[in-house]
């Protein structure tokens, strides 16, 4: 039912905002299962589920926003610094980028390494600061054939 809600409350969230860039959209999954989470911690039976939806509204709101204001150098410097943390860096360690240009920058995080199917995952934690707000999001990545990792779950 919660995973239900929380695809629903995404959705919805994300035409709110337009979700017309790429950006736009991995912040506002980003910071919609972040919201859900939260809101996931709140109330019990049908008052857990409503915090779950209005979490996970509000934070793809949030994360959609911060999303779009990331530039093409900005989402450059973010995606490999997640391809090289997720391939590289210890559990618990963070990789940063900065963008000198647009001010912006983020860290990664991966925080468990394990495998699934024999293919290789991790999960991480990931956040964007951009004109001095900070959006954070946690997500789950696996290895593909080619090396590269790929964004499996939020």
């Known amino acids: 039912m919660k995973t239900k809600v929380i695809a629903a ?6 035409l709110a905002t337009g979700c017309e860039n790429p950006k736009q959209a991995i912040g506002t999954v980003g910071g919609g299962a972040l919201g859900a989470w939260a809101g996931s911690t ?9 915090a779950t939806a209005v979490g996970a509204v509000a934070g793809a709101l949030a994360g959609g926003y911060i999303g779009g204001q990331l530039d093409k150098a900005d989402k450059e410097r973010a995606e490999r610094t ?4 997720l391939e590289n860096t210890p559990s618990g360690t963070s990789a940063q980028w900065r963008n000198p240009d647009s001010g912006n920058y983020g860290t990664v ?3 468990k ?9 991790r999960e991480y934690t990931h956040s964007v600061t951009v004109a001095g707000k900070t959006q954070q999001a ?3 990545a696996c290895r593909q054939p ?3 990792w790929q964004i499996v779950g939020n």
């Open 42 to 50: 709140i109330g019990k039976g049908r008052g857990n589920v409503v």
């Open 146 to 148: 080619d090396g590269t």
């Open 113 to 121: 390494t394990y495998q699934n199917n024999g293919q290789y995952c």
């Open 109 to 111: 995080t991966p925080t």
């Open 138 to 140: 946690y997500g789950t």
């Open 82 to 85: 997640y391809q090289s943390a």
């Open 9 to 14: 409350s995404l959705v919805v969230a994300c």
